[in-house]
Antibody, heavy 122, light 107 residues
Framework: QLQLQESGPGLMKPSETLSLICSVS??????????WGWIRQPPGKGLDWIGS???????YYNPSLKNRVRISVDTSKNHFSLNLNSVTAADTALYYC??????????????WGQGTVVTVSS | DIQMTQSPSSLSASVGDRVTITCRAS??????LNWYQQKPGKAPNLLIY???SLQNGVSSRFSGSGSGTDFTLTISSLQPEDFATYYC?????????FGQGTKVEIK
């Protein structure tokens, strides 16, 4: 059974670099139909897609964050990572990792981690 | 970016009611529209994909319709476990965008 689990620092200071890891079990990273994504949810607000990566390392990012974000994958460890630099209070959110299943007819986030809270505060 | 607008933002309904939530895209997205349910403290869960296809394991009281710019999520007979927030999401272009959510509350 596919499981995703986020891990990260919890509390950060402004200007620091956020690093999160999503550990994946029960699935192979090698599938051509799957990307692996990050989505965040500010407190009391909706969902914002951050970016996604294929097992081969192809990435695409939300332009609103493009200059600050990097997603990478380590297939040997079955995990993928999010780095977001120069964080501010606006980056305070619940961060989810998710599997993105893609084919010619649909493109969905069909499995999610439980989320990890990141708070940016001085 | 494609803007996704849901209506209403919230609604109150009773168990057994038929509930309809609307999602409008700022440009045509064909049928590249998904619906998710999110309960408090939980991750979103995929309900409907490609506009009208029911995800495996999801109750048949959920249905989706629409194409182009206008889409609908219908709950045929609201159950206690359906009180949650519902999000539409387009998968037509990048960046992937979500609607602002519709909170379904108990009347």
């Amino acid at each position: 059974q596919l499981q995703l689990q986020e891990s990260g620092p919890g509390l950060m200071k402004p200007s620091e670099t956020l690093s999160l890891i999503c550990s994946v079990s029960g699935a192979s990273f090698s599938s051509h139909n799957h990307y692996w994504g990050w989505i965040r949810q500010p407190p009391g607000k909706g969902l914002d897609w951050i970016g996604s990566i294929s097992s081969g390392g192809n990435t695409y990012y939300n332009p609103s964050l493009k200059n600050r974000v990097r997603i990478s994958v380590d297939t040997s460890k079955n995990h993928f990572s999010l780095n977001l630099n120069s964080v501010t209070a606006a980056d305070t959110a619940l961060y989810y990792c998710a599997r993105q299943t893609i084919n010619s007819r649909w493109d969905v986030f069909d499995a999610w981690g439980q989320g990890t809270v990141v708070t940016v505060s001085s | 970016d494609i803007q996704m607008t849901q209506s209403p933002s919230s609604l109150s309904a009773s168990v057994g009611d038929r509930v309809t939530i609307t999602c409008r895209a700022s440009q045509s997205i064909s049928s590249y529209l998904n619906w998710y349910q999110q309960k408090p403290g939980k991750a979103p869960n995929l309900l409907i994909y490609a506009g009208s296809s029911l995800q495996n394991g999801v109750s048949s009281r959920f249905s989706g319709s629409g194409s182009g710019t206008d889409f609908t999520l219908t709950i045929s007979s609201l159950q206690p476990e359906d009180f949650a927030t519902y999000y539409c999401q387009e998968s037509y272009s990048s960046p992937r965008t979500f609607g602002q959510g519709t909170k379904v509350e108990i009347k």
